[in-house]
């Protein structure tokens, strides 16, 4: 590589925020499992060492624990948990005492047998609990061969990292790093959760970076866009060292609209709820003013708690309590598709038994799901909505599963009925939606799938992915069909798509009437200050021109120009937010 060129990589954003730094980089070293086979005389001492090591990582963990809240303390739970598993230590002391393997080797194999059953599946949330379990086998060698441990150096570096740790993570926090880049991971790992909840910069999944960056490099973190600029040019990085100067003034002064009505200034009040993916992710939704959660993904629910129905219930209420009395939107399970469960491999996936219909076929789960939610409805402000529906047929069969679990539980106890939605993801609904509106309360509109479906462009297919365009008017007029049919028959529209996250988005959500949008925490607050900076009037006029044109570069084409004349600096700087 040419020295001090300007390279970008891209990855997964993970937390926001804009950063400039100098970079450190950590590698973990490459650890092979001392594989010789002990003799009969010293597999005692390995027995011992084992014992020692786990007894000691318990105890630290459990050290680490008792200053941090409740909300991250959960992923030292599921590390003091594996340590604890009597399966897991009688599978260790077999393989030491048995066949004569040392203990570093023992509890590798340990765990890469269980890091196997997680990664068969395929599923994003379990690759991110088997990655845990190999940072919980690392961390056990360094703790068997007395190892140091790699340290923050300093303040305000820019840290990239293969993977850190859950012990590193809570280091970084504590260690003022400025932003986190690392070369694989997932939004669901522990340390995508603990940098949002600590708001630190973070992207993830750039892949290799081993040639691409050293120690002391000029880097330039986008959280927003999951971009990263190593060794910026000169006019690169006098651009983006205005852009962070004018973030930072402007972050001070979010919070001062926090309490402050979110409308247009000509009155127009719109809702701006939160999407959620884990319990964990409450407390950000409360800091940023959310008036409520607009979707609480259930997924990563399902693969801890499918069937443990009074778990569910728990953790429902417990969402719903925090936020009341504003609302708080939970879907059902939203399997298929890209979440595979185990037993329904499909050669096309997203067309094949996904969202409600795998739900009918699983309707046990489906009741048990139901119950947990009508249970915890104990405030009164759960709604209820079902995912990926294509049928009238399909809405009047989840309603009446839904309405008999309720009528069955009110017989025994006090049941707050919830609000039954549904998802509108596909064409077919949006064009029927006046048949389907006697038998629901609101609809959430899914722009993603929406698009998806109408265009027939796979967005994560790199040769296709430039046609994905929510703002195309294809998109728009089924949006502006469902909003007119809301007001018509009276049920509440809102929508939860990534064209909520987009400044041209919002405009034109704006613009066609939709009165709720629901989106990542940590945009709430920038979204509100572009709606408070735009009348009614002008974005209806920039929706109506929108729905004639041809294609979605000629729409945001024309709002981008409203944009940069209205709000200066706001799509450079965050492009989707």
């Keep these: 590589m040419e020295k001090n060129r300007e390279l970008l990589l891209k990855g997964l954003p993970i937390a926001p925020g804009l ?11 490459k650890i092979q499992p001392d594989g010789r086979i002990v003799p009969e005389n010293e597999r005692d001492r390995e027995l011992a060492n084992f014992h020692r090591t786990r007894e000691v990582m318990l105890r630290d963990l459990k050290k680490v624990k008792r200053n941090l809240p409740s909300r991250i303390t959960r992923f030292i739970d599921f590390q003091v948990a594996i340590l604890g598993d009597r ?12 066949k004569g393997r040392t203990a570093e080797y023992a509890v590798f194999q340990a765990i890469e047998d269980r890091m196997d059953e997680l990664l068969k599946s395929g599923i994003e949330y379990y690759r991110d609990r088997a990655k845990e379990l190999e940072t919980l086998y690392f961390d056990f060698v360094s703790y068997l ?14 840290l990239f990292a293969d993977d850190v740790t859950i012990e590193e993570s809570i280091r970084i926090v504590n260690s003022n790093v400025k932003a986190v880049v690392l070369q694989e991971g997932g939004k669901t790992s522990h340390a995508a959760i603990i940098l949002r909840d600590y708001k630190i910069p ?76 884990l319990p964990e992710e409450i407390d950000l939704v409360l800091e940023e003013g959310a008036h409520g959660i607009g979707l609480f993904r259930t997924e990563l629910l399902f693969y801890e708690y499918g069937d443990d129905e009074r778990e569910q219930e728990e953790i429902y209420r417990s969402i719903c309590e925090k936020v009341y009395p504003f609302p708080c939107i939970i879907r059902a399970f939203d399997l298929g598709g890209d979440k595979v469960i185990k037993g329904y491999r499909e050669k096309n996936p997203f067309l094949g038994l996904r969202g409600i219909r795998l739900l009918l076929e699983e309707e046990d789960r489906f009741r048990k799901q139901i119950r947990a939610i009508l249970r915890a409805n104990t405030k009164g402000n759960v709604k209820f909505m079902i995912p990926m529906v294509t049928t009238l047929w399909e809405v009047k069969r989840a309603r009446a599963i839904f309405r008999e679990e309720a ?18 993801e596909v064409p077919s609904v949006a064009l029927t939606i006046d048949n389907i509106a006697p038998y629901i309360d609101f609809v959430s509109i899914g722009t993603n799938d929406l698009t998806q479906y109408t265009l027939a462009v796979d967005r994560r297919n790199s040769r296709v992915s430039y046609l994905f365009q929510h703002t195309h008017p294809a998109i728009l007029r089924l949006i502006k069909k469902v909003v007119d049919s809301g007001r018509d028959h009276s049920f509440r529209v809102g929508v939860c798509g990534e064209i909520s996250s987009d400044p041209v988005g919002i405009i034109l959500l704006v613009g066609l009437g939709v009165g709720e949008l629901s989106l990542t925490p940590s945009l709430v607050l920038q979204t509100k200050k572009l709606i408070r900076k735009v009348s009614m009037e002008e974005v209806e006029n920039l929706a109506n021109n929108a729905l004639s044109m041809a294609d979605g570069d000629e729409v945001n084409a024309m709002v981008m120009e409203f944009l940069k004349k209205k709000v200066p600096g706001i799509v450079e700087k965050y492009g989707h937010f």
């Design 202 to 277: 973070a992207v993830f999944g750039v892949g290799d970076f081993t040639d691409k960056v050293k120690n002391g490099d000029t880097v330039i973190i986008n959280g927003w866009k999951g971009e990263v600029i190593i060794n910026p040019r000169k006019t690169t990085l006098e651009r983006f060292q205005k852009l962070v100067e004018r973030y930072r003034e402007e972050a001070r002064g979010l919070f001062e609209i926090k309490e402050l009505p979110t409308a247009t200034t000509d009155g127009r009040g719109i809702t701006l709820m939160a999407n959620i993916d």
């Design 145 to 158: 061969r007395d190892e140091d441990k790699r340290e923050v150096i300093g303040e305000d570096v820019v």
């Design 19 to 29: 950063v400039i730094g100098k970079s450190l980089v950590w590698k973990h070293k």
């Design 407 to 424: 009528d069955s539980l009110s017989k025994k106890e006090n049941i707050h009925l919830p609000d039954f939605g549904i998802m509108v």
């Design 87 to 98: 399966e897991f230590i009688k599978d260790v002391e077999y393989l030491i005492k048995e």
